[in-house]
């Protein structure tokens, strides 16, 4: 399975953007695909996920109410509109695959395939 992210790129804050990821390869037996982000100086953190064939979407207490994920199953793709943008939200984001059923979806080590990550950077 591979994982291809785009769509980060500078924005003022209060401002809009929207990520994307593709998987290509094996992705019949996705469970689950997500977002992860990592700071400059920080560990990888949590943001959002989506269960695949469910739509259940979870996400951090940090983005919940800004952020939304979304899938297509069609494309095999999710995305993740990200609106009222703050700095504190300046992090390489990764989107990561599932491929089995997993308990705990915020932890980044249940997720068997990364994204090579996009860079946002939020300007004050």
């Known amino acids: 399975v591979q994982l291809q992210a785009s769509g980060g790129g500078l924005v003022q804050a209060g401002g809009s953007l929207r990520l994307s990821c593709v998987a290509s390869?094996?992705?019949?037996?996705?469970?689950?695909m997500g977002w992860f982000r990592q700071a400059p100086g920080k560990e990888r953190e949590f943001v959002a996920t989506?269960?695949?064939?469910?739509?259940?979407?979870y996400y951090a207490d940090s983005v919940k109410d800004r952020f939304t994920i979304s899938r297509d199953n069609a494309k095999n793709t999710i995305y993740l509109q990200m609106n009222s943008l703050n700095p504190e939200d300046t992090a390489l984001y990764y989107c990561?695959?599932?491929?089995?059923?997993?308990?705990?979806?915020?932890?980044?080590?249940?997720?068997?395939?990364w994204g090579q990550g996009t860079l946002v950077t939020v300007s004050s």
């Open positions: 390869g094996r992705t019949f037996t996705t469970y689950a």
């Open positions: 989506i269960r695949w064939n469910a739509g259940t979407t």
């Open positions: 990561a695959l599932a491929s089995k059923w997993v308990a705990q979806l915020r932890l980044s080590g249940e997720y068997d395939y």
